[in-house]
């Protein structure tokens, strides 16, 4: 082979490589991206069935219920709610009519929170905006 054939083909090596490692890049990414849905999504089966992701809304009211390590609740958007099963230690800013995103995947309709996947907002004036959002969504809706 010429000299201008061996460049060539170290081009074309290159560019397959790069095109290569892009494609593993994105498929990468697109596996452990944790999408946000509202439990009115989640209602309406917009949210993938045993995929991680995450859910957000407002603890309601008297839905809370202990069993030693074993909590269950239910969160809503004001429109829809949605029954979590989160088994550990809560957030200590976790309680009722509280703002809360938590991680995981629904199995047969009950989202499974994962361990050290529920967050509680910090303080009386922060919304996560992902929360704020579902919630303006579900009261523009009614």
């Keep these: ?3 201008r054939q061996n460049r060539m083909a170290l081009v074309a090596m290159l560019i397959i490589g790069a095109i290569a490692a892009i494609v593993f890049l994105f498929e990468a990414l697109g596996n452990n991206i944790n999408y946000f849905f509202s439990p009115t999504e989640v209602v309406e089966g917009k949210s993938p069935e045993g995929r991680s992701f995450r859910i957000g809304g407002l603890v309601v009211d008297g839905s809370l219920k202990r069993d030693g390590m074993k909590v269950n609740f239910d969160v809503t958007d004001n429109k829809n ?16 009519g509280q703002g809360i995103i938590a991680t995981g995947s629904l199995v047969d309709g009950i989202f499974q929170a994962e361990p050290n996947g529920v967050l509680a907002k910090h303080d009386e004036n922060y919304m996560p905006p992902e929360v704020a959002d579902a919630l303006e ?6």
């Design 1 to 3: 082979m010429t000299k």
């Design 81 to 96: 709610k949605v029954g979590v099963e989160y088994t550990g230690i809560l957030p200590d800013l976790f309680r009722e």
């Design 137 to 142: 969504k579900a009261q523009k809706s009614k």
